[in-house]
C-alpha cells in the first residue's frame, strides 16, 4: 500500500503497463488482505493484476481489504479488482466502494451465471467500467453465449476450482475440454476477445506450462496466476513462438511481394493466421528466429 506521510499521500510505483487487456495473457490475483505486497505485483511480469476482495478474503475482514484497494488505488495504483458475486451480501458495497476510483481497470465479477448480473454490474458502476465475467459454475458455462452477449461484457474468464466443485469433474484435460470450449465459443458468438483459463495450482512449474500449452490448444488466450513466478512461464507459453513468427513474416513478405495477390483458397486463412501473429508478436515483444 501506498506509504503516507501526515495526510499526503505518496503515489504507489506502479509500471506502466503496454499490454492491452484484451490480450492479456496472465492474470495475476493478489489477495487484497496483503496490501503489502500490492505494489510488488503491480511491477511484476503479470500482463495484468487482479486485486481479490472476493475467496481470498474473510467475510469479517471484507471492509477493511476493500479500503486498502480503494487506498492504493487512489494513491497512483492501477489494477483490476475481483469483487464479490451478485447474491453475496457485499457486492453492493463492492461496487459503490469502487465506483469512480481512479486507477480502476476494470471488474472480475465473481460467480457470474447470468447476463443481467454483468449489465447490473456495468450499470452500478459507471455504464463505462469493463467487466471481466468469471464462470465458475454448471448454470455459468450453459448460459456463457449469453453472459458474453451481455452489455459491459469485456472478457469471459474460467473459474475451474469452482466449476469442479460445482459438478465433481476431474481437473484433466479431458474432463476440462467441454467447459473451456464453450467459454471459447461463446467469447467468438459475443465478439469478445479469447476467454482467460483458470489458474494452475501449486509451485510444480513443468505441469504449469503444460497446461498452459493446453490453454493454447484450446483457443484460450489467458490464464489466470496464483504466484508471481507463474507469470513468466503463462506469457511464454501463450505468446507466438519464434518459429512462428518466421513464418509470418517470411509468408508476408512473399505476399507483399506479389502485390498481395491471393492465389488459392488456402491463401486467406494462412493471411489471417499471419496477421495475428505479427500483431501479438510487436504487443509481446517476440522476435523471429533465425
Do not use: C
Not at 492474470?27 to 496490501?35: I, K, N, S
Not at 449489465?119 to 448454470?139: I, M, P
Not at 469433474?169 to 473451456?180: G, L, S, V
Request: glycine residues 8%; negative net charge; proline residues 6%.
Amino acid at each position: 500500500m501506498s506509504s503516507t506521510v501526515g495526510n499526503e499521500a505518496t503515489p504507489a510505483p506502479v509500471r506502466t503497463r503496454n499490454i492491452p487487456a484484451e490480450i492479456a495473457r496472465s492474470w495475476l490475483l493478489v489477495p487484497a488482505t496483503r496490501p503489502e505486497i500490492f505494489d510488488e505485483a503491480a511491477n511484476s511480469r503479470a500482463d495484468a493484476i487482479v486485486l481479490d476482495i472476493e475467496d481470498a478474503v474473510d467475510p469479517k475482514k471484507k471492509d477493511e481489504a476493500r479500503a486498502d484497494v480503494i487506498n492504493w488505488l487512489r494513491n497512483g495504483g492501477q489494477a483490476w479488482v475481483r469483487i464479490n458475486d451478485v447474491h453475496s451480501k457485499f457486492w453492493a458495497d463492492d461496487v459503490a466502494g469502487l465506483r469512480n476510483v481512479p486507477g480502476l481497470l476494470g471488474v472480475m465479477l465473481a460467480k457470474t451465471e447470468q447476463a443481467e448480473q454483468v449489465k447490473e454490474t456495468y450499470h452500478r458502476l459507471d455504464g463505462k467500467t469493463r467487466v471481466l465475467a468469471l464462470v465458475e459454475s454448471a448454470l455459468g458455462i450453459e448460459e456463457a453465449n449469453n453472459i458474453a452477449r451481455a452489455e459491459g461484457a469485456f472478457r469471459l474468464a474460467f473459474g475451474s476450482g469452482d466449476f469442479r466443485r460445482d459438478t465433481g469433474m476431474a481437473a484433466d484435460r479431458e474432463a476440462m475440454a467441454y467447459p473451456r470450449a464453450k467459454l471459447v465459443v461463446a467469447s467468438r458468438v459475443g465478439n469478445l476477445p479469447g476467454p482467460i483459463d483458470g489458474p494452475t495450482v501449486g509451485t510444480n512449474h513443468p505441469i504449469l506450462r503444460e497446461q498452459s500449452a493446453i490453454t493454447v490448444s484450446m483457443g484460450m488466450t489467458g490464464k489466470l496466476a496464483l504466484a508471481m513466478d507463474q507469470t513468466t512461464i503463462i506469457n511464454e507459453v501463450i505468446s507466438p513462438t519464434p518459429s512462428d513468427v518466421a513464418w509470418a513474416t517470411d509468408f508476408m513478405n512473399d505476399f507483399n511481394a506479389r502485390g498481395g495477390v491471393i492465389r488459392d483458397g488456402s491463401d486467406l486463412p494462412r493471411l489471417g493466421r499471419a496477421e495475428k501473429i505479427m500483431k501479438l508478436a510487436v504487443a509481446y515483444g517476440v522476435q523471429p528466429a533465425l
